[in-house]
């Protein structure tokens, strides 16, 4: 019934020369929930600290399911099959990424590594030595580091991703299962197989470049000496939904991990806005999960992107007909306190496809239009880790991001307890400045901070010396 039906006087009837008074209409009674649609996860936004039997009232009576909530940021995590159920909470507070993608024209699943890394099909047994094409690891002098330090077990890197190959012999002593947990339906799920790679090797990959290390293939990460958390936040599809990006946020702040490393974007953006309907809650929510863990403690690292444009300037939204404005951002780079890392490839100089602008340090992602010579290596760093105990190799911003995670590392466990802030200043001000190319007109900015590779590239040499 509508307020203005609500609010109306009774209504009074002329009878027998009487006066008689109708008895009010009857409410309608609500609408049955629907029970046989397919089911969408939803981020809800609520007050911080409103309680947890309030959200389950709400939810319960616009017909939708709680599936976690975060009350400290006030975020919950709904189920609905009803079409409708964004509506009943409010456009600006409600957001599903899933019915987004269902609902969109065209829309089709993808992997992460198609869309997010440009890979190179080549592969490499454990045996042999695969030093000797690490050039990426030369670049930032991680050799010499680890000569001096490797870094310490107490501290733990969470590897938000795709989840991470434990039995990878070159992850196998770096993996923590108990620091480890799935977070694709938004709630954490501490079982082995939730945090288990499925489809996709992106984030053994990752895992690799931080941390791995495997004698016998002449294979060292950056920072072999730390754990690694493997927390799922990739669906089968390949895609990164809102309700994932905060449970693994909060889940880094809430075991106490030091550094997180982030080579992804929020789907289905790629630009979500602050100011529209459902982009607002998806992008407050994720503001809040990760201002959450920063106040925790957590330097949270994130690759550029590879599209290949300046964010700043960008005026579409690649993935949706979405206009985008100053209110607009790649999640989670767009949010403060979050280290954004842009790729160079072999020459050093900045990857073709990267992604450029608010830029705080860059690293080796590779590129194919930057090729080693022959018997250096491969254009993309290969040494990293991929499914069946082997090698492969892949280039972009994603490959380039944990490099500065595993660079974070080593700050990390030498300073131990250094707040989020400090931490990004030793990892900035300990890289090595590189200027814009001469005659390059997208490159703007002095040599120690420009947009292209921000403060300059990560070196680990200086990070534990």
């Known amino acids: 019934m509508s307020r203005l039906r609500r609010m109306a006087a009774p209504l009074v009837l002329v009878v027998a020369g009487g006066l008689f008074a109708a008895a009010p209409a009857a409410e309608a009674a609500p609408a049955a929930c629907d029970t046989t649609s397919t089911p969408y996860t939803y981020v809800v936004t609520y007050q911080p600290g409103t309680r947890a039997s309030a959200v389950d009232k709400e939810l319960a009576a616009k017909c939708g399911t709680k599936v976690a909530y975060y009350g400290e940021i006030g975020v919950a995590i709904a189920s609905s099959r009803n079409a409708d159920f964004q509506q009943k909470i409010g456009v600006y507070r409600a957001y599903s990424g899933g019915k987004d993608v269902a609902s969109s024209s065209g829309a089709a699943a993808r992997s992460l590594g198609a869309v997010r890394t ?62 480890s947990a799935g977070c694709v339906t938004g709630a954490p799920d501490r079982t082995p197989a939730s945090w288990a790679p499925t489809t996709s090797d992106h984030g053994t990959h990752v895992a690799g470049t931080i941390a791995g290390k495997d004698p016998a293939a002449g294979f060292t990460g950056i920072a072999p000496g730390v754990r690694l958390a493997s927390v799922k936040v990739v669906n089968d599809d390949g895609y990164i939904f809102p309700e994932s990006a905060v449970c693994g946020f909060v889940w880094a702040a809430e075991h106490g991990f ?80 979050v280290v954004t890392v842009s790729s160079v490839g072999y020459a050093g100089t900045k990857s073709s496809f990267s992604n450029y602008g608010s830029i705080d340090v860059t690293a080796p992602g590779g590129d194919f239009a930057q090729t080693p010579p022959d018997g250096s290596g491969p254009a993309c760093p290969l040494s990293s880790t991929v499914f069946g105990g082997l090698y492969g190799s892949k280039c972009g911003t994603s490959m380039a991001s944990p490099h500065a995670a595993g660079v974070a590392a080593l700050l990390a466990s030498r300073f131990r307890g250094t707040p989020p802030w400090l931490l990004a200043r030793l990892l900035t001000g300990e890289a090595d400045a590189v200027a814009c190319p001469v005659g390059d007109t997208e490159c703007t900015g002095p040599k120690r901070d420009n947009t292209y590779y921000g403060h300059g590239l990560v070196d680990a040499l200086d990070a534990v010396r």
């Open 118 to 179: 440009l890979e190179d099909t080549r592969t490499t047994a454990a045996a042999g030595d695969l030093s000797a094409q690490q050039w990426d690891m030369k670049a930032i002098h991680a050799p010499e580091a680890n000569k001096k330090y490797q870094g310490s077990s107490s501290v733990t890197v969470g590897v938000l991703d795709s989840g991470i190959d434990a039995t990878h012999p070159a992850l196998r002593a770096a993996v923590s299962p108990a620091a």
């Open 258 to 337: 030091p550094v997180t490393n982030n080579s992804y974007y929020i789907d289905p953006g790629m630009f979500f806005c602050s100011h529209e309907p459902g982009d607002a809650a998806a992008f407050e929510a994720v503001r809040r999960a990760i201002e959450f863990s920063t106040r925790h403690g957590v330097l949270n690292i994130s690759a550029a992107g590879n599209s290949g444009f300046d964010t700043r300037t960008q005026t579409t939204d690649p993935n949706r007909p979405h206009p985008v404005d100053a209110s607009c951002g790649i999640l989670p780079k767009a949010i403060d306190g």
